[in-house]
């Protein structure tokens, strides 16, 4: 496979492709707003004693990891943080994609899958974490995501934080979601962009309920390669996959279906995903600024580059709550060279900040950034 590879031309990064406006840098300003006052009364939204993230804010656990980058890989994919082999420890946080808390069955199937690599040298892009020695991945269990553009997600996300509020009005309630959505709240004409993201955002009913285990888990937005561009994708290896003794889900036979499933697996064998780079070779078929498009895998293949390993662990029932809860992942904790790129890409940076600023705080907790498991899975280093 990686024999085939060699020779191939691939697009070259291009600093040019990540100008926000002046309207982009205000959209933003919106969207942070909305992200604080929706974590504000997010407490009260899902009906429980503390504040959430504004997306993914159940939590199914978080687990003890190890990430291995491996050796002599091909000089495209040896890149920024993979140039060189290494073994770190980490932790993962599995989640839900809704922004509630509630009963696996009125949450959907979209999940998350966060990853903390610990002891990475190099500069970090968060102004107020340049020398944290950590490096983070946010994933989704699904190729696409259901928007484009910086000034669409300034409205489109403000109908994400209602969602479950629209479905919860059945059919009416899904046909004004539609209505809302297609026509930015009333305010224009359905477009082709907003077709396409509608449809986009439809897929995700398309994800089948499994083991949450078996999915394999995506960047969605594009990321800087060193040299170049790529896409990531976090897929169980076949031998992992064949370990799962309980694969199938059914969201409705008890309201906590999806975290028994992953702690049943862990605590009785160990489990291991493929880290896995898609590079770019050409903007037309795989674009940067459109991740409502599904980059094709015969034309821009997945290497495999790391490894995730999560060994076999005792959990407890509720998944190492508090920790999960205490921990705070974005994609902007990383070095410069495998940065997040692209327009919508950029909003992120601001938006996970202050998630996670305001979530802390109105929880009355450190936010405190740990630098290996031992003190990631210690409750003590959070406390005030």
């Given at each position: 496979m990686?024999?085939?590879?060699?020779?191939?031309?691939?697009?070259?990064?291009?600093p040019?492709?990540?100008?926000?406006?002046?309207?982009?840098?205000?959209?933003?300003?919106?969207?942070?707003?909305?992200?604080?006052?929706?974590?504000?009364?997010?407490?009260?939204?899902?009906?429980?004693?503390?504040?959430?993230?504004?997306?993914?804010?159940?939590?199914?656990?978080?687990?003890?990891?190890n990430?291995?980058?491996?050796?002599?890989?091909?000089?495209?994919?040896?890149?920024?943080?993979y140039?060189?082999?290494?073994?770190?420890?980490?932790?993962?946080?599995?989640?839900?994609?809704?922004?509630?808390?509630?009963?696996?069955?009125?949450?959907?199937?979209?999940?998350?899958?966060?990853?903390?690599?610990?002891?990475?040298?190099?500069?970090?892009?968060?102004?107020?974490?340049?020398?944290?020695?950590?490096?983070?991945?946010?994933?989704?269990?699904?190729?696409?995501?259901?928007?484009?553009?910086i000034?669409?997600?300034?409205?489109?996300?403000?109908?994400?934080?209602?969602?479950?509020?629209?479905?919860?009005?059945?059919?009416?309630?899904?046909?004004?979601?539609?209505?809302?959505?297609l026509?930015?709240?009333?305010?224009?004409?359905?477009?082709?962009?907003?077709?396409?993201?509608?449809?986009?955002?439809?897929?995700?009913?398309?994800?089948?309920?499994?083991?949450?285990?078996?999915?394999?888990?995506?960047?969605?937005?594009?990321?800087?390669?060193?040299?170049?561009?790529?896409?990531?994708?976090?897929?169980?290896?076949?031998?992992s996959?064949?370990?799962?003794?309980?694969?199938?889900l059914?969201?409705?036979?008890?309201?906590?279906?999806?975290?028994?499933?992953?702690l049943?697996?862990?605590?009785?064998?160990?489990?291991?995903?493929?880290?896995?780079?898609?590079?770019?070779r050409?903007?037309?078929?795989?674009?940067?600024?459109?991740?409502?498009?599904?980059?094709?895998?015969?034309?821009?293949?997945?290497?495999?580059?790391?490894k995730?390993?999560?060994?076999?662990?005792?959990?407890?029932?509720?998944?190492?709550?508090?920790?999960?809860?205490?921990?705070?992942?974005?994609?902007?904790?990383?070095?410069?060279?495998?940065?997040?790129?692209?327009?919508?890409?950029?909003?992120?940076?601001?938006?996970?900040?202050?998630?996670?600023?305001?979530?802390?705080r109105?929880?009355?907790k450190?936010?405190?950034?740990?630098?290996?498991?031992k003190q990631?899975?210690?409750?003590?280093?959070?406390?005030?």
């Amino acid at each position: 496979m990686l024999n085939k590879l060699f020779g191939r031309r691939y697009a070259k990064f291009d600093p040019a492709i990540d100008q926000l406006t002046s309207d982009d840098e205000k959209a933003i300003d919106q969207i942070t707003a909305d992200i604080r006052d929706y974590i504000g009364k997010s407490d009260t939204v899902s009906k429980i004693n503390y504040h959430t993230r504004d997306a993914h804010a159940k939590g199914y656990c978080a687990l003890k990891a190890n990430f291995e980058i491996l050796p002599k890989l091909p000089k495209e994919y040896a890149q920024g943080i993979y140039a060189k082999p290494a073994r770190h420890e980490a932790v993962i946080r599995f989640s839900n994609g809704s922004s509630r808390v509630a009963a696996d069955n009125k949450l959907g199937l979209s999940q998350g899958l966060a990853i903390k690599v610990f002891g990475v040298k190099g500069e970090k892009l968060l102004p107020d974490e340049q020398d944290s020695p950590n490096f983070d991945y946010n994933m989704i269990n699904f190729p696409i995501f259901f928007c484009n553009t910086i000034q669409d997600y300034s409205y489109i996300s403000r109908l994400f934080l209602q969602l479950n509020d629209y479905f919860a009005k059945g059919a009416k309630g899904q046909a004004k979601f539609a209505f809302d959505w297609l026509t930015q709240n009333g305010t224009k004409l359905p477009s082709k962009e907003s077709l396409k993201t509608f449809r986009a955002f439809s897929k995700f009913k398309t994800i089948k309920p499994q083991n949450t285990l078996l999915y394999s888990f995506y960047s969605q937005g594009a990321v800087r390669h060193g040299d170049y561009m790529a896409k990531i994708r976090v897929a169980p290896t076949k031998a992992s996959q064949a370990k799962i003794k309980r694969r199938d889900l059914d969201v409705n036979a008890t309201n906590e279906a999806i975290r028994p499933l992953i702690l049943q697996e862990i605590r009785e064998h160990d489990y291991e995903f493929d880290v896995q780079i898609q590079l770019c070779r050409n903007l037309k078929d795989q674009p940067i600024n459109d991740l409502t498009k599904e980059w094709d895998e015969k034309d821009a293949p997945f290497v495999t580059v790391a490894k995730l390993t999560i060994p076999c662990q005792d959990v407890p029932d509720d998944g190492n709550f508090d920790i999960m809860e205490h921990l705070s992942f974005t994609p902007f904790r990383c070095i410069e060279a495998n940065r997040p790129i692209g327009n919508l890409q950029h909003a992120r940076l601001r938006a996970y900040q202050t998630a996670s600023t305001t979530r802390h705080r109105l929880n009355h907790k450190k936010r405190a950034e740990p630098t290996n498991l031992k003190q990631a899975f210690d409750k003590d280093f959070y406390n005030l």
